[in-house]
């Protein structure tokens, strides 16, 4: 990337590196609170939270030989945070940082008997702390865990332990007996080699999902083995990657669902969760929120083995999914280089996208603006595993728009191993490349805005799995950089450590000025019309068509055209 630095210096100069501040020894991950207060750290001897002003520790959970290699963290209350982690033996723990200290509340996977180890793949805690997320490998079989974490009773309990200690930096928690979770498996549907999918048409909910399960019964997941595990943290990170027999959403109301039309949804509490596994054509969401008086209810965490709620079909292999801040449209890519985007509103497909680049085999798909998202225009990111990254602009009844943004690298050294939208500038993305490359790119206008550039001592450390976390109330990007092996190094350097957090704060720069927005605190559901009936769920639906059928029919006429032009191409090739 230097090279298109110095291609463009005229215009594009290198953001440089604003602080730095040595890190614990093996930092393998890092994550930030929504409010930018705090970051929480993973490494070799557990795990910190340090403050992002001072870039100083404010409080240390350490145990030997434990390696921390996944790290989440959201905020409870005002002055209560929740922490997810993953170790190198894949145990999963649920912390709280309340007060400058850190308490362990639960250990999601026991392991109890050693022949019955179970594995966390992943875990995921939803905003605010009420849910997590966790997919679990144990023996062979692998499901989905969801949690009901009491954070309220947590609040409290925190409280009543801050009161009955004089030590407030101790992490001992006086024997004090935390409120246990709430869990519900949500396995692969089961469905027989026997299933027969003939006969009359569909009918029941129950006969509906048997229909399209069956569909997934020869999936990926059957394919696959349980991971060999591997206590080196790297490459552990690694092999979850490759071996995500799931993924999921937490979904807020959307006025689709019987638990979404609540009068008075809570402030950014989930109330369904989506699932797709891996090799399966169908998305799956569940309720984990109870309906109102007076309709069906399905309350997922009371269920032994809970159904879902509802199924979307699709014709292709799901490869990769992401969800709008809203939580109102779901972005699917999907095997032959497709992309499918839902609105959860109308519970209908918003629109389908062929990527017509040649060799588009997608990896990974998000929202290229989280802020701004309507059903009238949508931008996507597809990042395909040739390494070219395509931008998407579709809507309800609009024409698709697929633009290349950066081509296919020509040596493996400029793949991008990382990509994210950054949360506070519009329209902008961050990359890392496999040669530790970083920059910013403009999504709209298709050019590098900024080059990143750490100090000449150090380089970005694991580049092909860089470990980063975005401050939005700060306009800060933190990332590790390891000290470049070609650099002779001081005796006071070497003392300081070779691990370092550099910090870019991008509100420094005039040209990155004119991208910062402001996002809202927190995600908010859409405000939408309420449906009480099927039948006016299926009204706006027709409306929404009826209002498309312009566009739609040109859509017809040019794929139709399209056929005719390659049939006369293969019959020339043929005479």
Known sequence: MEAACNAEKSRVEPLRLSRAAQLPESTSCLTCSEDGRYLGLGHSQGLSVWCTTSLTCAADWLEDRLEMTSIQMTSMAETAYLLGTIDDMGVARVFAYHCDTIHLLSVVNIMDDINKRSVCLTFELSPGGHYGAATISCNGAVWLEVHHFPSETWVKELEMVLSQTQEPNSSVDLGVKWSPLSVAKIKPPNITAETTLEGPHVVQVTDFLTYFSALDVDTGRHQEKEPSFDTNAEKRKQTNESTRYCTQHFLLPCAQFPGDRTAKPQRGLPVSVCVWWIGSRNLLQYLIKKAPKNEPASFLLSDMEPMPGMLWPHAKKILCSAVSRCTRYIALGLDNALVSVWDRQSGSQMS????????????????????????????????????????????????????????????????????????????????????????????????????????????????????????????????????????????????????????????????????????????????????????????????????????????????????????????????
């Not at 085999?361 to 603006?369: G, K, P, T, V, Y």
């Not at 929404?544 to 739609?552: D, F, K």
Request: glycine share 4%.
């Open 352 to 575: 389908v996208v062929s990527m017509s680049a040649p060799d588009c085999a997608i990896s990974r798909i998000q929202f290229a603006d989280r802020w701004h998202v309507s059903p009238d225009e949508v931008h996507l990111l597809l990042v395909c595993k040739t390494g070219a990254i395509h931008r998407v602009t579709t809507g309800r009844g609009t024409k698709c728009c697929t633009e290349l943004l950066t081509k296919r690298p020509k040596d493996s050294g400029g793949l991008p191993t990382a990509s994210a939208s950054v949360p506070f500038l519009q329209s902008t993305f961050l990359v890392v490349q496999r040669n530790g490359k970083v920059f910013l790119q403009d999504v709209i206008n298709k050019t590098p805005v900024r080059c990143l550039i750490p100090p000449e001592t150090h380089r970005i450390a694991t580049p092909c799995s860089p470990v980063y976390a975005f401050n939005t109330k700060l306009q800060t990007l933190f990332i590790r950089g390891d000290q470049d092996s070609s650099y002779i190094a001081t005796p006071k350097e070497d003392k300081d450590g070779q691990s370092h957090l550099l910090v870019f704060h991008f509100g420094e720069s005039d040209i990155l000025k004119q991208f910062i927005v402001s996002p809202p605190d927190s995600p908010q559901p859409e405000e939408t019309q309420s449906f009480v009936s099927l039948e006016e769920t299926c009204n706006l639906y027709l409306q929404q068509r009826a209002l498309s059928v312009g566009e739609r029919n040109k859509a017809i006429a040019q794929s139709w055209k399209q056929l005719q032009e390659a049939a006369a191409e293969t019959q020339q090739s043929y005479s």
